[in-house]
């Protein structure tokens, strides 16, 4: 049944590329509030190691110094009775550019506080201070915690399937995969078997070319009338679960996902490994007071040396606390080792747009995952900024016509913001008169935007294959973008237990249009294939 609803999409014409009759209500954004960084009912599973009074002291001082009122914020200092986050306290105020710190107030800092994630900082800081002698470099807990092996730029969302090729791999997996794609496009399904099949029997290549080679070696054997081979081919490719053509191949054959999520939530003994350490002490108050951002600095820095117990520990909090960028990061290299890495693989944030969602968690989470790695201050070199990593320009049109209050570029790095507009533009792409739910273009234009539409849908030949349509996209990371994405939404809808209308759509060979499985998301509703 399965080769039967294959070979239907490939030889007798899938759906065409939908792009017309599809429509959406009219939606209205107003004005931003702020949005919580974590839920206060998850805070009350954690330790409460400051007591309340001190509790509220330190939210007030963070909120105080923010305003640059130091001496409002001097006043609750000097109330404190437990001084554990003063060094922290004290580089918040160092650190601002509304207060000329002097070389004393540094030097004194770095004696105290050197373990501190702020201590690089607080040195140059010293260094630029200093009257006219070096300054020695103290060990610095942050030389040991780069905030990944990477800058703190957009980044891809899943080095595992990059095909970019390290230097000692072969080159020829990358050139033969291409080889295949040509010949498929002269119908030498011969020629492309054999070319797709010496790709996924290639060693020492990501994941990614493995998968796809058996699951187009499969589909070239199946044009050829050959269904003995279609199936172990399509088994090769399904031992890729995380990669593009792996989902799609377990899909066909009826292989249910091998994702484990549900994992417990931080236990006794992991609060226990995070208290016995200055750090993981640190981190457990400041998320109590609401101090988020502080609290992921100070566990990026425990990850240098960390057990794989007390990876665990920052795990289950970072999953707790909203840090779905740590959680992502320390997942990486452990995916399927457990359920609690698959839950950090797939980390469900909890910022919302200011309306609440109107466009499926899914999609939006796989593309924050592709495009920031869900780090909120993301840069890219082109300027694009943010969760969803939006170019300046279009965030101002696209606030502009859903009413959304944007005064700069800098307000970009505002998770609630950035996801507001970010969804605003998703839901105005879904509706351009040349997408129409369509989620492959729909993608391809949030990467490259909409100007080559015509020029997409203007290749007939492409028409009725939806996935040699993703393949002949311009550039390779064109096709790794929608790929991912795609991936990654699946994956995401298997974890908040949606269908995956679209996954099934493809798998049969006809475009996946957007069809809303969210409960909560209101506004865009349902696309139909046409």
Same mark, same amino acid.
Request: glycine share 6%.
């Given at each position: /049944? ?32 702020? !949005? ?39 006043? %609750? ?23 000329? *710190? !002097? ?8 004696? %105290?506080? #050197?373990?501190?994630?702020?201590? +690089? ?28 092996? @990477? ?15 390290? +230097?000692? /791999? ?8 291409? #080889? ?17 099949? @010496? ?18 070696? #499969? ?10 081979? $279609?199936?172990?081919?399509?088994? /090769? ?21 091998? /994702? ?6 931080? !236990? ?14 640190? @981190? ?47 997942? *990486? ?62 965030? +101002?049109? $696209? ?32 509706? %351009? ?11 391809? #234009?949030? !990467? ?38 795609? *991936? ?43």
């Amino acid at each position: /049944m399965i080769l039967c609803v294959f070979a239907a999409g490939l030889v007798c014409g899938a759906a065409a590329m939908p792009v017309a009759g599809w429509a959406a209500g009219s939606m209205q954004t107003a004005a931003l509030p702020v !949005n919580p960084p974590i839920d206060p009912k998850l805070v009350q599973s954690l330790p409460t190691l400051l007591g309340d009074a001190d509790a509220a002291r330190y939210a007030a001082i963070f909120s105080l110094q923010d305003e640059a009122n130091w001496k409002a914020a001097d006043q %609750h200092i000097a109330a404190l009775e437990d001084k554990s986050l003063l060094g922290t306290v004290l580089a918040q105020r160092y650190l601002s550019a509304k207060y000329h *710190t !002097n070389f004393a107030e540094a030097r004194d800092w770095l004696e %105290h506080y #050197a373990d501190l994630p702020e201590a +690089r900082a607080i040195w140059a800081l010293a260094k630029k201070r200093a009257p006219g002698k070096p300054v020695p470099a103290p060990i610095l807990a942050a030389d040991q915690a780069p905030r990944d092996a @990477a800058p703190r730029v957009a980044r891809s969302a899943d080095v595992e399937r990059l095909p970019a090729e390290p +230097r000692s /791999m072969n080159i020829q997996p990358p050139a033969r995969f291409e #080889a295949g794609l040509a010949a498929w496009r002269e119908k030498n399904f011969r020629d492309a078997a054999n070319a797709f099949e @010496a790709v996924s029997r290639a060693t020492d290549v990501p994941s990614w070319y493995v998968a796809a080679g058996a699951f187009w070696a #499969a589909r070239a054997h199946l044009m050829l009338r050959e269904p003995q081979k $279609v199936d172990p081919l399509l088994e /090769m490719a399904a031992q890729q679960p995380r990669t593009f053509y792996g989902l799609l191949a377990r899909r066909m054959l009826g292989v249910e996902p091998d /994702m484990r999520f549900g994992a417990t939530p931080l !236990n006794a003994g992991e609060t226990a490994q995070l208290e016995g350490l200055p750090g993981g002490r640190r @981190a457990l108050a400041l998320v109590q007071v609401g101090e988020t951002d502080r609290a992921e600095a100070e566990l990026r820095a425990l990850t240098a040396r960390s057990t794989a117990g007390l990876a665990d520990a920052i795990v289950a909090l970072a999953d707790l606390a909203n840090m779905p960028a740590l959680c992502l990061a320390l997942s *990486t290299g452990r995916r399927g080792a457990d359920d609690r890495h698959d839950d950090a693989a797939y980390p469900v944030p909890r910022w919302q747009p200011r309306d609440g969602f109107s466009v499926d968690r899914a999609l939006l989470f796989a593309l924050m995952m592709q495009e920031s790695r869900f780090d909120a201050d993301a840069q890219s070199g082109s300027g694009a900024a943010g969760l969803m990593q939006l170019m300046p320009q279009t965030a +101002r049109d $696209v606030a502009r016509r859903a009413g959304i209050r944007f005064r700069s570029v800098d307000d970009l790095v505002d998770p609630v913001l950035n996801l507001s507009i970010g969804q605003e533009y998703v839901k105005q792409l879904i509706e %351009h008169t040349q997408i129409n739910g369509n989620l492959i273009l729909l993608l391809a #234009a949030y !990467n490259s935007g909409t100007a080559p539409l015509t020029r997409w849908q203007n290749k007939p030949e492409y028409q009725h294959d939806p996935l040699l349509f993703i393949e002949s996209l311009t550039t390779t990371s064109q096709r790794l973008y929608v790929e991912r994405v795609l *991936t990654n939404m699946w994956i995401y809808r298997q974890r908040l237990g949606q269908k995956v209308p679209d996954l099934d759509a493809l798998a049969a060979n006809e475009w996946p249009t957007y069809v809303s499985a969210d409960a909560s998301s209101q506004g865009v509703q349902h696309a139909a294939a046409r």
